[in-house]
C-alpha cells in the first residue's frame, strides 16, 4: 500500500474504449479496423503485450504511489505547525479538479484521432507536466506554491494514467481481465515498496524525492509506447466532441442503470476508508506515535515492504480464483469488511507493531477490492460505446472521497484532545462496511 492521494485516484483502468460511431453495439475492433489505410500493424502477442504493460505498470505506480507521500514529507518539512491544513488542501484541491479533469480526459482520449492512436499522445501528454511540477515543489520551499505544483502534478499524473491503463483493458478479451488486474496489482504492491523507500531515502533531497518517481515512469512506460501498437481512428470514425452533451452523460441515471450505481455506491465507500487511512497515516505515526519527520519516512518504507507480499499473494489469487469461478461479488464483500476491520485496528493502536497488523490486514482487502471491483465494475458498464468515460466516472467514486475526507477531517482531527486519528478511522471503517451491503443489490452479476 502507498500513497494517500493517488491510491484512491490512479489505480482505475478507465476501460476497454474502442469507439465506433455508426454502431448500436460495439465489440473489440481488430486492429486492421484501427487503421485509416494500408495494411494493419503487426501487434505484439498476448503475453508480450502484458510484460510491457507490466514494464509499464512498475513506472506509474511508482510516480502514483510516491507522490502522496512525498508532498507528505515534503510539506511536513516545509510548515510542520500546519501540515495537515495544508496537505488537506492540496488534495482537496486537486481531487476537485479532478472530478472533472478524469471523465473528460477520458472522453477526450476515445475520441482522439491520429497516426500516434488515442492513448499514446495522453501518456506523454501528462507525464511531462507532471515531471515539471514535481521540480517545482521540490525546490520552492513556499506552502502555496507547493500546493499549486501538486494539485498540476497530480492532475497531470492521473491523465497519463487513465489512457495508460485502457490499454490492457482494449487489449485482452473480458475473461482474463480480473487476472490482468491481478498483475498490474502485484506491479503495483512492488511499486508501493518501492515508491516508499524512495521518499524515504530522498527525503533530505525534496527535489529528487518529486522527480525520480516521474522520471521513473517516463522510462518503464517506454517498451510499450514503441512497441505496442496503439489503435487509432480517423476523425470520420469517431463520434464528434459535444462539450455539453458530453457532460449530461458524465451524469449516468440511477433509475435507468441501478447496478451502475450501487457498484459506484460501493466504490464511494471503500474510497472513504483507502482515503482515511492513506491520507494520515505518515501523520499519525508522527503525532500518534511520536516518531520524527525521517523515521515516519522509513516506517512508511518499511510498512509496504512487509506488506507487499500479502499484496501480491491476494492480488494473484483474488483475481484468479474471481475468474475461475465466475464470482464477484463475494470477493468485494470480504474485500470491503477486511478493510473496515483494519481500520479499527488501526484506531486502537497504541504501538508501531499494533499498526502494523492493521497495515496488513488493510493490505489483504485492499488487493482484493482493487483486483475484482474493477471486473465488477466492467460487467456493469451502461454503453460499450463510452467504456473509457464510463470507467472514468467509476473511477471518480474513489476521488471524490479526496475532497470529502481532507475537507472534515481536520475538524474530526480536533475533537478531543486533538490528533484525533481513532474516530476518524472509526467513522471510515463503519461506512466501508457499509459499502459490502450495497453490492449485494447489484442483480445479473453473481
Known sequence: MGDPTTQAQVLEPAGRATLDAGAGTEAATPPSSAVPSGAAPQQPSTKKTMALVLIAALGMYIMSLTLGTAISLRLAAVDPAAKETSYGMAVSISSLLLLVTIPL????????????????????GGLVPALLAAAVIGTVPSTPVIVAAYVVALV??????????????????????????????M??????????????????????????????ALICSIPLLVMYKD???????????DLKGLAKT???????????????????????????????????????????????????????????????????????????????????????????????????????????????????????????????????????????????VFSLALSIPNIIVPAAAPAILAIGSGHNYGFLWFAAAALCALGSVTVTFIKGVR
Open 105 to 124: 480526459t477520458g472522453a477526450l482520449s476515445d475520441r482522439t484521432a491520429g497516426r500516434f492512436g488515442r492513448r499514446r499522445p495522453w501518456i506523454i
Open 156 to 185: 497531470s499524473a492521473q491523465a497519463a494514467f487513465n489512457a495508460y491503463a485502457v490499454i490492457p483493458i482494449e487489449a485482452l478479451p473480458d475473461n482474463k481481465r480480473a487476472r490482468v488486474m491481478g498483475a498490474m496489482g
Open 187 to 216: 506491479a503495483g504492491a512492488l511499486a508501493m515498496s518501492a515508491g516508499s523507500y524512495i521518499a524515504a531515502w530522498l527525503v533530505a533531497a525534496p527535489l529528487l524525492m518529486m522527480c525520480v518517481p516521474v522520471l521513473l
Open 231 to 241: 489503435p487509432a481512428k480517423t476523425r470520420a470514425e469517431l463520434p464528434p466532441l
Open 250 to 392: 458524465f451524469l449516468v441515471d440511477p433509475r435507468k442503470h441501478p447496478n451502475f450505481a450501487w457498484a459506484w455506491a460501493s466504490r464511494f465507500l471503500a474510497g472513504i476508508a483507502m482515503t482515511a487511512l492513506f491520507a494520515y497515516f505518515i501523520f499519525f505515526l508522527m503525532d500518534g506515535l511520536g516518531m520524527p519527520i525521517a523515521e515516519a519516512g522509513k516506517s512508511a518504507g518499511l510498512l509496504t515492504l512487509i506488506s507487499a507480499p500479502v499484496s501480491i499473494l491476494f492480488f494473484t489469487v483474488s483475481g484468479w480464483l474471481s475468474d475461475k469461478i465466475g464470482r464477484r461479488k463475494p470477493f468485494v464483500i470480504a474485500a470491503a469488511l477486511l478493510m473496515a476491520s483494519a481500520l479499527v485496528i488501526g484506531a486502537t493502536a497504541t504501538s508501531f507493531e499494533q499498526f502494523v497488523v492493521a497495515w496488513i490486514v488493510f493490505a489483504m482487502g485492499q488487493a482484493m477490492y482493487l483486483t475484482v471491483d474493477l471486473a465488477l465494475c466492467a460487467a456493469v458498464l451502461p454503453d460499450a460505446k463510452d467504456t473509457g468515460k464510463d470507467m472514468a
